[in-house]
C-alpha cells in the first residue's frame, strides 16, 4: 500500500470511528442497536490489542486508564489497516501528552519497550548468512560492513525500563518500590531486543556496546566502527560469537 493510498484509508477511518464515536451520535434516536454494537466492538477489540503489545504500561496505570487512553487514541490515531496488531504505535509518544501521567514519565519508556518487544516478534525471520563470514579473512575491516537483522532493537533509556518490566511480570509490590526509587533517581539503562528464536528477549548493555550498535546501523564499516569507540575496552572478537548466538547479525558484506 503506497503512502497516499495509506493517508486516504487513514482519513476515512478516522471518519468513520469519528461518527460512531461522537456525542451527537450516541444521542441519536436513530442510531441502530447494529451501529451500537460495532461501536462497542471496535473499543473493546482496540483495548485488547493495546493490553497485549503494551502489558508493562497495564500493569503501571491499570486497565481503567488504558481503556481511557485507548479510546482517545483512537480518535487520534484510528487504524488504517485490519490488523489491529499493528496499531497503537503511536501509544509511547502520546503518553508524554497526558498530564496525569507527568509524575510517571518511566511509563512512555515503558511503552516503548513493549512496543519494541512486540515489533520484534512480529519482524520477518531472519539467519545469518554463514559463508559471509569469509570476508573476515578476505577483505580489510575498513571494508567489510555488518547488516543487522530487522528483529533487533536497541536505545537508551533515562529509566530502567528492562527492569520494570521484569518485575511487572513477576512482582508488583517490587515494582512499586522501583518506580518510587525512579522518581527520586532518574537511573537509566540502556536496552537491546533481540529474538534468537521465536520469544523476544530483553538485555541490558554498556554505552559502549550502545554506540557499537549505532555505527554499525549508521552503515559504517567494522573497521571504521573500531577506530571511533577506541579506546575502549571493546573487543570485537569477543562480541561476534556472542552476537551470532543472539542472531543480531544478518550477514557481512562489502561494496
Known amino acids: 500500500m503506497n503512502s497516499d493510498v495509506r493517508q486516504l484509508v487513514a482519513q476515512e477511518q478516522q471518519a468513520f470511528i469519528e461518527a460512531i464515536f461522537s456525542q451527537n451520535t450516541a444521542e441519536d434516536k436513530g442510531m441502530t442497536n447494529g451501529l451500537i454494537a460495532y461501536r462497542n466492538n471496535i473499543k473493546a477489540t482496540a483495548a485488547n490489542a493495546l493490553s497485549i503489545i503494551y502489558p508493562t504500561v497495564v500493569s503501571q496505570i491499570g486497565q481503567e486508564l488504558m481503556d481511557y487512553i485507548c479510546q482517545v487514541l483512537l480518535f487520534k490515531q484510528p487504524p488504517c489497516h485490519g490488523d489491529w496488531a499493528e496499531w497503537g504505535v503511536g501509544l509511547p509518544n502520546f503518553l508524554k501528552t497526558l498530564d496525569i501521567l507527568d509524575e510517571y514519565p518511566f511509563v512512555a519508556e515503558s511503552a516503548r519497550l513493549d512496543l519494541a518487544v512486540h515489533q520484534v516478534e512480529r519482524a520477518t525471520n531472519s539467519w545469518f548468512e554463514q559463508d559471509s563470514l569469509a570476508l573476515l579473512g578476505e577483505a580489510e575491516l575498513d571494508d567489510v560492513f555488518i547488516k543487522l537483522n530487522d528483529s533487533v532493537q536497541f536505545f537508551n533509556s533515562p529509566f530502567p525500563i528492562a527492569n520494570l518490566r521484569l518485575i511487572a511480570e513477576q512482582d508488583k509490590a517490587a515494582m512499586s518500590a522501583l518506580e518510587n526509587a525512579i522518581c527520586e533517581n532518574n537511573l537509566q539503562q540502556n536496552v537491546l531486543i533481540y529474538r534468537p528464536e521465536f520469544k523476544a528477549q530483553v538485555q541490558t548493555i554498556d554505552a559502549t556496546e550502545l554506540e557499537w550498535l549505532t555505527l554499525l546501523s549508521k552503515e559504517l564499516s567494522i573497521g ?32
Not at 556472542?242 to 557481512?252: F, G, P, V, Y
Open 224 to 255: 571504521e566502527s573500531l577506530d571511533v569507540i577506541n579506546p575502549t575496552n571493546f573487543d570485537f572478537t569477543q562480541w561476534l560469537p556472542i552476537a551470532l548466538e543472539r542472531n543480531l547479525l544478518s550477514k557481512l558484506y562489502t561494496f
